[in-house]
């Protein structure tokens, strides 16, 4: 560590002698400057520990540089003694009021100027160290928060993988099962950005998506109507209104509840559009697909019945984006799973569903 750097600032060089010679038997190291200007210039090199201010100077006086000091935050501890001829009481709280920490009047004693040299320095000695450890408590609390969330980003990246997998092989005799679940994930994604849902929903509505399809998981075709076991927050209870009210239409004619109009969660209104336009747009065990042309005509035809006008609205002004995705997903291979890796996921997520 270095020696600690003492600013003397008096218009006098006689004056700033007189403390250099009380100061230099203590091993500090001495600046002089002879105005206020001067003194700024000093101050503004960082490596000024302690000042000894004249008040009356010619030019800038002691009081106004003391709130030049002070509007720099980082000197807004810096110790500041006042050395003046001044004994009126309220000269000395013009100078508590500007910033100043102590006051030596003139002629100086030596011990005292000692004194309260040492004692200022010690208190800023403690204020650095406490101001150097919340430097480093921020840096590490920043590399910390950081760390979090790259990791934080890599499992929510890991789960919505698992999710994906999950629903593939729910639909492993579908050729297209894969790439259709990733489509009605980002068509609906889109379409909910377009109408204004905030981020955090639509992340949600990217987990929840794809778990409408994990309702099918181990069972038989007679019992794919079993309710799939639901948080009542998070993205799993989007996952479940999503799974419920995604075959509900707008006119009030759709299931199993018969909900009309904005009774409908907007959720599942927004997925309803896009799973009806991949089921057009696919080839499906149950359908051959319709040309992209049709299945916008359809869709249309569909806004006032089937689906929310704004929600039609929303999928028609986003219409480039889901055909650009459309063709990305459309050479989407998913992972195939042979029968035994298959049973083995299925018996791993049992705890879904109601027996």
Not at 228 to 250: D, N, Y
Request: charged share 30%.
């Amino acid at each position: 560590m270095g020696k600690q750097a003492i600013l003397i600032v008096d218009d006098l060089p006689l004056n700033i002698e007189l403390l250099e010679a009380f100061l230099v038997p203590g091993g500090y190291e001495i600046v002089k400057a002879q105005s206020g200007e001067e003194a700024l210039e000093k101050i503004a090199e960082d490596r000024i520990d302690l000042i000894l201010l004249d008040v009356m100077m010619a030019g800038m006086n002691g009081f106004e540089v003391v709130k030049k000091i002070r509007q720099d935050e980082k000197h807004r501890l810096l110790p500041i003694i006042l050395v003046t001829a001044l004994r009126e009481t309220e000269d000395r709280v013009k100078g508590i009021e500007a910033g100043c920490d102590d006051f030596l009047s003139k002629p100086v004693d030596k011990l005292e100027l000692q004194a309260r040299v040492r004692s200022l320095l010690k208190v800023k000695a403690y204020n650095d160290l406490l101001d150097n450890y919340r430097r480093d408590l921020e840096a590490e609390v920043a590399v910390r928060t950081e760390e979090l969330a790259l990791a934080l980003e890599r499992i929510k990246a890991a789960s919505l993988e698992t999710i994906y997998r999950l629903s593939v092989a729910t639909e492993y005799r579908d050729e297209d099962g894969g790439a259709h679940i990733k489509r009605v994930n980002r068509y609906t994604a889109a379409i909910a950005r377009r109408m204004g849902l905030g981020e955090s929903t639509i992340e949600s509505i990217l987990y929840a998506t794809p778990i409408d399809e994990l309702g099918k998981i181990g069972k038989s075709e007679a019992s794919k109507a079993s309710k799939l076991k639901v948080a009542e927050a998070g993205f799993i209870s989007i996952a479940e209104t999503i799974a419920l009210c995604r075959h509900e239409w707008w006119d009030g004619s759709g299931y199993p509840k018969g909900l009309k109009g904005k009774a409908i969660p907007l959720t599942g209104r927004v997925t309803a559009i896009a799973d009806a336009f991949d089921a057009l747009t696919s080839k499906r065990p149950y359908s051959e697909p319709v040309s992209v042309e049709k299945a916008l005509v359809l869709i249309g035809e569909g806004r006032g019945n089937r689906f929310d006008p704004e929600v039609v609205d929303a999928f028609f002004a986003v219409q480039d984006e889901i055909l650009a995705l459309k063709k990305q997903y459309d050479a989407y291979h998913e992972q195939t799973f042979e029968l035994p890796e298959l049973k083995a996921l299925l018996q791993q997520f049992k705890w879904y569903y109601q027996s």
